[in-house]
């Protein structure tokens, strides 16, 4: 059974940084894009930053310059660097792989929380 867990949330003050990682168990065949989607409370789940198979990027732009993704495929991980965290980033975060088994599905994390505040 396949399971992305991930780990790295907490409260941090204005400005401050975290990082979180996600990491996928189980038995695969390969991960190709895996990304990470926030949810603050009364908001839809939105795209924050994806990682292709071959490292290619793209963020939202309300995080560009800030936040930083990256993966490890040896470690089947992937990473997101939160610097500059600003209240407006609080929210669940849920890191998101699509995995090859059989065929290619889509895997959730369980979320982890960031909060910003002071």
């Known amino acids: 059974q396949v399971q992305l867990v991930e780990s790295g949330g907490g409260l941090v003050q204005p400005g401050g940084s975290l990082r979180l990682s996600c990491a996928a168990s189980g038995t695969f065949f390969s991960i190709n894009a895996m990304g990470w989607y926030r949810q603050a409370p009364g908001k839809q789940r939105e795209l924050v930053a994806h990682i292709a198979s071959g490292g290619s990027t793209k963020y939202a732009d309300s995080v560009k310059g800030r936040f930083t993704i990256s993966r490890d495929n040896a470690k089947n991980t992937v990473y997101l660097q939160m610097n500059s965290l600003k209240p407006e980033d609080t929210a669940v975060y849920y890191c998101?792989?699509?995995?090859?088994?059989?065929?290619?599905?889509?895997?959730w994390g369980q979320g982890t929380q960031v909060t910003v505040s002071s």
């Open positions: 998101n792989a699509l995995i090859v088994v059989v065929t290619t599905r889509s895997y």
